[in-house]
């Protein structure tokens, strides 16, 4: 289980429970800090969450004494009554600042991107709510797209009087071997700037997005395209590694900070 807590205004983590708990004893999460977690509704005191705050060590005549933490509930009850945090930036406003959309509430600030992401199809797409593709999904998706790729590819070598008996001239292997890089690039980059996902990933209902949610622009896509091919040249390692990480993220979404996540 991960949350994400409030400092200054804006959203801190991933952390897992024990590093939470481990923060409010060290005092960077106070009992009125805000913190939530895929499932909650809204962001929530900690002390509400936690049904009480750990004690916080306190000065007192050169040493260090536990502060009750009794005096701090009224001030999360406060909080939690009057205060949230925006869902996409993390501020901390009254609540009557906010907006409610959907599940989640959003400042003035951040609403005209939010409202855009809705129309794009990645509203809800943000940190700690999202749901990663796992290894074999993702292993599945490129598996169709790679039949794809191979289709159009004898397609075109037909069209263009390719053939296979043809390869061995000079001009037309170089032709053949333009073709080979240049249409898997434009596929790749087309639909993952323009919809954010590859046919094959579509059909395994999955998206390429941003960390934050946000659409992948056409300039990631390209580079996101050439650092798959680090990760497919370094025995696949790169390929392999989403299987191990908490995020599902393979070398090349680690490079351009993208993440795949489930859309159904």
């Known amino acids: 289980m991960t949350w994400y807590y409030v400092v200054g205004g804006q959203s801190m983590g991933p952390v897992s429970e024990a ?13 009125e800090t805000l913190v939530w977690r895929d ?18 060590a306190a000065p007192v005549g050169g ?6 933490t009794a005096t701090a509930e009224p001030a999360s009850s406060a909080a939690g009554t009057d205060l949230a945090a925006c869902s996409q930036c ?24 939010y409202v855009q992401k809705l129309r794009e199809g ?13 290894f074999w999904v993702r292993f599945g998706a490129s ?16 069209a263009f009087g390719m053939g296979i008996s043809q390869i061995a001239r000079g001009g ?20 993952v700037g323009t919809w954010g996902a590859t046919l094959g990933k579509m059909a395994c209902k999955l998206r390429i997005v941003t960390a934050d949610g946000g659409k992948v622009s056409y300039l990631r896509a390209v580079g996101r395209y050439f650092s798959k ?19 599902k993220r393979a070398l090349h979404d680690r490079i351009c900070n993208t993440r795949v996540i489930k859309i159904g």
């Open 90 to 113: 993390g501020a901390v406003l009254p609540r009557t600042d906010l907006v409610q959309i959907g599940n989640s509430l959003v400042c003035a600030t951040c609403k005209p991107v």
């Open 143 to 158: 598996f169709l797209d790679g039949i794809i790729m191979n289709v159009i590819n004898m397609m075109l070598g037909f």
């Open 19 to 31: 590093e939470l708990d481990g923060l409010a004893q060290t005092g960077t999460v106070r009992p």
């Open 172 to 191: 037309q292997s170089i032709g053949l071997t333009i073709f080979s890089i240049a249409i898997p690039l434009a596929y790749d980059v087309v639909m």
């Open 229 to 247: 091919i680090l990760s497919a040249i370094i025995c696949a390692i790169g390929f392999i590694m989403a299987a191990f990480d908490d995020q």
């Open 63 to 68: 040493g260090l004494r536990m502060a009750s």
């Open 39 to 56: 499932g909650m509704a809204n962001w929530e005191p900690y002390s509400t969450i936690k049904g009480g705050a750990p004690a916080a």
């Open 122 to 134: 990645v509203a809800g797409v943000e940190p700690g709510t999202m749901e990663y593709g796992g």
